[in-house]
């Protein structure tokens, strides 16, 4: 995953959960795993995110790289 992918993950899903509609965030997610740009453990923590109505940071970019 680049920086600009991380950044437009991070910026749909902080702004969804800001608006209490977290369809579109997960659809950006699945369709990133679809088409392999992140993997399954990637997707699994950014799900888990949403879940729990976490805001992603940009210190998450280098968490989520290592699990690349």
Do not use: W
């Not at 608006?19 to 795993?33: C, E, M, S």
């Amino acid at each position: 995953m680049t920086r600009q992918e991380f950044d437009l993950i991070k910026e749909v899903i902080n702004e969804r959960l800001k608006l209490d509609d977290i369809g579109p965030a997960v659809r950006l997610i699945t369709l990133y795993n679809r088409h392999e740009l992140i993997n399954n453990r990637v997707m699994e923590r950014l799900y888990n995110c949403i879940r729990n109505g976490a805001y992603i940071t940009c210190s998450m970019y280098d968490e989520l790289k290592e699990m690349e």
